[in-house]
Structure formats: C-alpha cells, structure tokens
C-alpha cells in the first residue's frame, strides 16, 4: 500500500511518475497502532495525540490479551494529508511515579496555556490504582517534562481539559463514571473536589470525556456501552461543570465490533472534524487499534448529526501520489472487495479485488491540479489477464484512461495514457473493464 512508485515502475515509467507520500485516509497512521486520538490547533496545525497500543513484550506479567501500551507519539499536519511522526515524547520509564511495568499509559490529552504546552496522561501509580500525570514542553512536540508527582485528588483515567474563553481550565476524566475538577492557574493542582456527572444516562460505563465550547454551548462527549460495545454520545450545558444534558449518539457502535471507541473534535479551518478509533489493523484483536478522522457537522439548532464512518478519511489526495482505492468512498456493491496485502502483515494496507463484470469502486476528491496529466500507472495482479477503465466523476462518465492488465500471478505496473483530465478537484471512479478477477493495490496519474 506504501511502497514507492519507483520501487515497482522500470526506470522509463518510473522517469516519468514520482509518489508523493500521503495518509489522507482511514486509518491516518500505518505503520504502527495508535488510539484514543485527542486533536489540537496549534501553530496553524493539527497535532493529534493518541496512545500507542504495542504487542505485549518478552516478561511482560500484566492482564493476558489486554491493552499494551508504554510511551506516546504526536502526529503533526497541516493538510490532513501528510502526517509527520515526531516520535515519542513520554513513556512510562520516564515518569517517576509511575510504575514501568504497568504498560498502561491510556487516552492522553495536550493543551496550550501561558506560553507553554501541558500534556495530561493516565499511568498506574507505584502505589496502585490510576493518577493522571502532567509532562510540560515550550514546543507541541516536545521534549516533555513529566513533573515528579501525579495531580493530588485526582484518581481516574482519560484525561481532557478545556480552557474557557476567560483563562479558566477544567479537567475532565472518568472512572466509570464521567468527574470535573477546576484546574488552577498553574495547571498542575485541582480547586477543591472534583464533581461526578452522575445524572447522565445510567446503563452501561461512561468514559473517555471530551469537551469542547461552540456558539456559547459546551459539548460534553463521552463513549458509552448502552448495548454491547461502546458508542459515542453527547450532553449539553451552558457551564462547563453542568450541568448537562443528554442529547444523542454522534457514532453508532462499531460495525467491526472494536469494543471501544475513544476521540475527540476539533474545528479546523471552519470544518469541524470527528477523530476516533477503530481495529482496521488488528481486525482478531481490538486492543491493537488506528485511529481515524470523519467530516462531523451541526444542524441550525446546534445538535450534531451522527457521523457515519469511512475508510476514505478526510484528507485531498494529490493525483501524483499512489491513491489507496481500496479506501473508497463508494463501490458497486457486488464483485468488489477490500483485504490485507499481506494477511502476517497488515501494516503493508490492503488491496481491491474485483470480480464482476463493470464492478467499480469510487475515490473522491482527488486533486488533479491544472489538469492535463498525461500517464496512469497501477499496481495490480491479473491470473487471467484484463482490463481497467478509469473515469471521472461517474461511474458511467467517460473513459480518461484504460489499461491492459498482462496475465500473470505477481504484482507487476501497468501503464498508459489519458486523455482530456481536467483541471480541480474530481472524484476518480476506476471499473473494471471485463469480468476477469483483478487484483489491484493503487493508482497514480502523472
């Protein structure tokens, strides 16, 4: 799925086509597991902090197939395309606090205040049960400082702060149950006891708080198994400590049966944006998950409307890059289907299988810039031979480009022409030209 145009062209097709990296699709990361994404603006970006689900170590005496998690990533981008890794910025051995063979550093959150950057964690403490910690940095991302002792009156997990529009600070965590504390000025103590929000909807845990202010209204939003795995929902207040009301589900319970879901929301450049989890990588095991980002939007009223998850992402993919088909916003139902390239490696992506006649998958918004390219190149295996036709925003618009496919059982780049590509932004539809079973990894333009 990642590989390189010009690890696959020969060196005539690979002269003419350069890949441009680019994760604009779901998941956003592949390359390793990540979850309980909390997304920030800062410095004009988008720096998202999940944590980081690994294989249970060598030695490693915790709970049998549970999560595994010792340190953090943050992810930085500022086209919702390109997401830089800057590597860890905490883990567990770091924290003097906390015990290092807990590996349960969960759900984190980061936020700026006075010229620096707060970041709240939960880890088990030496002396048992969960605290929410605090790392400090001048840069979003990093180096941080852990400070030597937990948050005092504190004892919970998932952590998420909101800073109103006066300075003030709240602390938002859960332990079954969803708590806010009022921070003071420095950030790192509470203002007396922490309030449990036990009016909300009763059946079921309530975790993983998120809050966030919109047009003077505060969103609490919180995942919670009203059935048998956890959903997203929502309460409404005009205070930040409540009280709140319940007022709908933003995410229906995963069709993939990932038992949790864990997020966050953030307006980005007047889009609001849903970032949450799922097991895309781990489809056997939902303690090694990928986060992942949706499109969110409100009705006049201020409710939000329910997201519907997509493998398609958020992100405008350039036509130069090696476009993920098998991430499609649409297909024709019958005689498509999406599996891993590598089922001992699933962070290698997937592959589209098509095996009906005229069967096609649609990938929106992919950005052709001035239009005019000239070549199409596609990764594909082809046992009886066949044919790709590609097209532009429908399914049955005209052909830009159709390749023959030789016969033959490896992976091999077949390459073309393509006539009249317009300049902008279009949705690429690419079908399949005969009724042979084709097997494709991805498409670039040029």
Same mark, same amino acid.
């Given at each position: 799925?990642?590989?390189?145009?010009? *690890?696959?062209l020969?060196?005539?097709?690979a002269?003419?086509?350069?890949?441009?990296a680019?994760?604009a699709t779901?998941?956003?990361? !592949?390359?390793?597991f990540?979850?309980?994404?909390?997304?920030? !603006?800062?410095e004009?970006?988008?720096y998202?902090?999940?944590s980081?689900?690994?294989?249970?170590?060598?030695g490693y005496?915790?709970k049998p197939n549970?999560?595994?998690?010792e340190d953090y990533?943050?992810?930085?981008?500022e086209?919702?395309t390109d997401?830089k890794?800057?590597?860890?910025?905490?883990?567990?051995?770091?924290?003097?606090w906390?015990d290092?063979a807990a590996?349960?550093m969960w759900?984190?959150?980061?936020?700026f205040?006075?010229?620096?950057y707060y970041?709240?964690?939960?880890?088990?403490?030496?002396t048992?049960g969960?605290r929410i910690g605090v790392?400090?940095?001048d840069?979003?991302y990093?180096?941080f400082?852990?400070?030597?002792t937990?948050i005092?009156g504190?004892?919970?997990?998932d952590p998420?702060?909101?800073i109103g529009?006066?300075?003030?600070?709240y602390l938002?965590?859960s332990l079954d149950k969803?708590f806010?504390a009022?921070l003071?000025?420095?950030?790192?103590?509470?203002e007396?006891?922490?309030?449990?929000?036990d009016?909300l909807p009763k059946?079921?845990l309530q975790?993983?708080?998120?809050?966030?202010?919109?047009?003077?209204?505060?969103?609490?939003t919180?995942?919670?198994?009203?059935?048998?795995t956890e959903?997203?929902e929502?309460?409404?207040?005009t205070?930040?400590?409540?009280?709140?009301? *319940?007022?709908g589900?933003i995410?229906?319970?995963a069709?993939s049966?990932?038992w949790?879901?864990h *997020?966050s929301?953030?307006d980005?450049?007047?889009q609001?944006y849903?970032?949450y989890?799922?097991k895309d990588l781990?489809p056997?095991?939902d303690k090694n998950?990928?986060i992942?980002?949706?499109k969110l939007f409100f009705n006049?009223?201020?409710?939000?409307?329910k !997201?519907?998850?997509?493998?398609?992402?958020?992100?405008?993919v350039?036509a130069k890059s090696?476009?993920?088909i098998d991430?499609?916003?649409a297909?024709s139902g019958a005689?498509?289907?999406?599996?891993?390239?590598?089922?001992?490696?699933? *962070?290698a992506?997937?592959?589209?299988?098509?095996s009906a006649?005229?069967?096609w998958?649609r990938?929106?918004?992919?950005?052709f810039?001035?239009?005019?390219?000239?070549?199409?190149?596609v990764?594909?295996k082809?046992?009886?031979?066949?044919?790709?036709?590609?097209?532009?925003?429908k399914?049955?618009?005209? !052909?830009?480009g159709r390749l023959?496919l030789?016969?033959?059982a490896e992976w091999?780049?077949?390459s073309g022409v393509?006539?009249s590509?317009?300049a902008?932004?279009h949705?690429?539809?690419?079908t399949?030209?005969g009724?042979?079973?084709?097997?494709?990894d991805?498409?670039?333009?040029?």
């Open positions: 799925m990642k590989l390189s145009l010009r *690890h696959w020969p060196a005539t097709v002269g003419l086509l350069q890949a441009t680019a994760f779901n998941p956003l990361i !592949v390359d390793q990540t979850a309980d994404p909390t997304a920030r !603006v800062f004009g970006k988008v998202v902090y999940p980081h689900d690994i294989k249970a170590p060598p005496k915790g549970w999560f595994v998690m990533h943050v992810f930085s981008s086209n919702l997401w890794d800057h590597g860890v910025i905490l883990k567990q051995t770091d924290v003097e906390a290092p590996y349960a759900a984190p959150d980061s936020v205040k006075d010229g620096k970041f709240y964690f939960p880890a088990i403490a030496k048992g969960f790392a400090i940095a840069k979003p990093g180096p400082k852990p400070e030597a937990y005092e504190v004892k919970g997990i998420a702060v909101l529009k006066d300075g003030s600070a938002y965590y969803i806010v009022k003071k000025p420095n950030m790192l103590e509470i007396g006891e922490p309030i449990v929000f009016y059946k079921g975790e993983g708080p998120f809050v966030f202010e919109r047009n003077g209204l505060y969103y609490l919180y995942p919670h198994v009203a059935n048998k959903r997203l929502y309460a409404t207040s205070s930040p400590l409540g009280p709140f009301k *319940h007022a589900v995410l229906d319970e069709e049966g990932c949790t879901v *997020h929301i953030l980005y450049r007047g609001w849903l970032f989890h799922d781990s056997a095991f998950r990928a992942r980002a949706d006049s009223d201020g409710t939000i409307r !997201v519907t998850p997509t493998l398609r992402g958020v992100g405008l350039d090696e476009i993920q991430r499609y916003s297909t005689g498509v289907a999406v599996s891993f390239l590598d089922e001992a490696n699933p *962070h992506g997937w592959k589209t299988t098509f006649e005229k069967s998958v990938f929106n918004e992919v950005d810039e001035r239009g005019g390219q000239k070549s199409i190149a990764r594909a082809a046992p009886g031979g066949g044919a790709l036709e590609i097209r532009l925003d399914h049955d618009g005209p !052909v830009i023959q030789g016969r033959g091999n780049i077949a393509t006539s590509v317009p902008g932004v949705d690429l539809f690419v399949q030209g009724a042979e079973l084709i097997e494709v991805w498409v670039s333009f040029r």
